[in-house]
């Protein structure tokens, strides 16, 4: 009931599509609003295991988590790498994430995996339609200090930290500064997807109507 009350003190965020999409995508947005709520172990191990189970290059897998928890360690030190304007609003979020990669290839010993970064990314894609499945909202960060997270969790010199992810149930903007607030509650906009997808070169329109 908690999180339906959020939800209805926002406006509408589904995504204006000139085709239909699943509604988890359509739905799916990135709030700074948390109602500090715990999310359910169940829900916890559901999102990690949608990365799991994410697609990758050779079946490397070069993901890896760092998971914190409102009030423990972990938390504390993911959060203090933040920059300033996150900081203003991941104070909310229940769930802070680290995500890291691991940069060499675990298939061919000694030599580089190249798409690194591009699984981690669609692993963190899965994690967070799950996420949104099951009532939660998550927020990818790149706004911290990488060297000093790399620092505080004694990550290996294989392994790139890449982003942050904070994750919870939706809450009321009126907990947001006034600034963040008008983000909050901005449209959700995106360019035309026929300026993104081209047939023969690079620019030329693509249409199949």
């Not at 104070?91 to 290839?105: G, K, R, W, Y």
Request: some cysteine; glycine content about 6%.
């Amino acid at each position: 009931m908690q999180n339906q009350i959020n939800k209805m003190e926002h406006k509408n965020k589904t995504a204006e599509t000139k085709f239909g999409l699943h509604p988890v995508l359509a739905q799916r947005w990135s709030p700074r609003a948390f109602n500090g709520h715990a999310v359910e172990a169940e829900k916890i191990y559901r999102l990690l295991e949608a990365a799991r189970w994410s697609p990758s290059a050779s079946n490397e897998q070069p993901w890896r988590f760092i998971i914190g928890f409102k009030g423990d360690v972990t938390y504390q030190k993911l959060f203090d790498t933040f920059i300033e304007f996150n900081q203003l609003w991941t104070t909310t979020a229940p769930v802070l994430v680290l995500c890291i990669a691991d940069t060499m290839s675990t298939k061919n010993p000694g030599k580089p995996n190249p798409t690194y970064a591009y699984d981690l990314g669609q692993a963190v894609a899965h994690l967070s339609f799950q996420a949104h499945a099951d009532g939660l909202y998550v927020h990818q960060m790149s706004g911290f200090d990488i060297q000093k997270a790399e620092l505080a969790f004694e990550v290996p010199d294989r392994f790139k930290v890449i982003s942050a992810v904070a994750i919870g149930y939706i809450g009321d903007p009126k907990v947001l500064h006034p600034n963040l607030k008008e983000l909050e509650l901005a449209d959700r906009e995106r360019r035309p997807w026929i300026e993104n997808v081209f047939v023969g070169r690079f620019g030329q329109s693509f249409s199949l109507i």
